[in-house]
């Protein structure tokens, strides 16, 4: 994935140029956060608590802890210290403009881009990072879209220079977006019916296809055939699937294409994360019973039928979780649209999911801790516990709600730097010379 950021100059505005946000640094010393609420999302709330961490790894906390000498001590009394949060799905380095084709590199032509890196193309410099980290999102999985097999996601930090810098886990999951399963019947659809059947059997033909050669590839090549064949990294993508180290990651939301997904992915042999699900609530027992994580997308969105309760897509995570099945909240749609610039939203989203049926401690617990743990990290990050990654969120409030304001966030024990474009334009026009009455 070669990178296709040629930003046209007069595109960007001035003060996108003038303000950047440089990659901070991890400090030298120790710090203690001091005095707040700490919320470690592994236990109780620890009133009046304390963080202690050195060198980008969290060392104690509690509500007492033995600071070593030379300690900076933050207070921040009256404040809620929560693990940093964790987008779990959009484009973000991917895409800058939406609008702008030149700025684009999350979709890749062809049907099978399994040797498809997402993290090579992630574009460190984007504007919109800074935004995503001004609301307390620390991490991003960020994914290819192009295609039926549209490449390997990864996790990506939102600190650092470069991409090796940034990257978390690469090979995060092969990612599908698996077709439409039903024929479409609407005014502004002109495909006919029978061309829809015959177009989605195509489409399921040549994904089973792709996963039977990669077999038959990998049989040889394991067999000490390969020499006869030429290599293809396309199927060589396919390696950390069938060795189980990796996941695939269905983008899926009409029951049928659930359903659907759920048989193949028995049928390979290969584990299934659940990426949108906007009806997994009408296959709550075929879920739980094939051990298959959710990422909920959107949660900002209306019901898509019309026998759907108003508030359906609001409940979802509050059924999964009832049911004994684990999920993150997202904040994507099934198209991708707005996934980079409204990741800002995403506490917001989880916000919502409270509101309707989920606790706020698993709504945080959705949008921190499960990520980390669907997609393998746990032992990085998601709660501030001992000799994890001191990524931590300090807010005057809770981060669900709108109105709280974000007063620290550190990324893996680097303080970060809170501004963005948006806060550079709202200074620049607070500036803006008025008439004298």
Known sequence: MKKLFSFLIFLIPATALSGGNPAARTAGHPIALVGGTVYTMAGDPIPNGMVLFSNGKIIAAGPSVDLPEGTEIISVKGKNVYPALFAAGSVLGLREFELVRQTHDHAETGSNNADIRSEVSYNTDSELIPVARSNGIAYNLTLPVGGLIAG???IMKLNGWTWEETLIKAN????????????ISAQWIKTPAEEQKQLIQKNLDELRSAFEEARAYRKAKLAGKSSSWSYDSKWEGFFPVFDKKEP????????????????????QDVRMILVGGREAHKCLDVLKGNRIPVIVGS??????????????VYRLPGLLQANGIPFAIANLNSDMSGSESNLRNLPHEAGYAAGSGLSQTEALKSITRYPAEILGISDHSGTLEPGKTASILVVDGNPLEVISQVEYLFIEGAPIDLTSRQTRLRDQFQQRWKPEK
């Open 172 to 183: 995060a999951g092969l990612v599908i977006n698996w077709p439409q399963m039903s024929v």
């Open 248 to 267: 695939v990651l269905i983008l899926a939301d009409d029951l049928l294409q659930i359903l659907a997904a759920i048989r193949f992915c028995k049928e």
């Open 299 to 312: 949660v900002f969105s209306v019901p898509e039928n019309r026998d759907d309760a108003y508030d359906q």
């Open 152 to 154: 390997h996601a990864s």
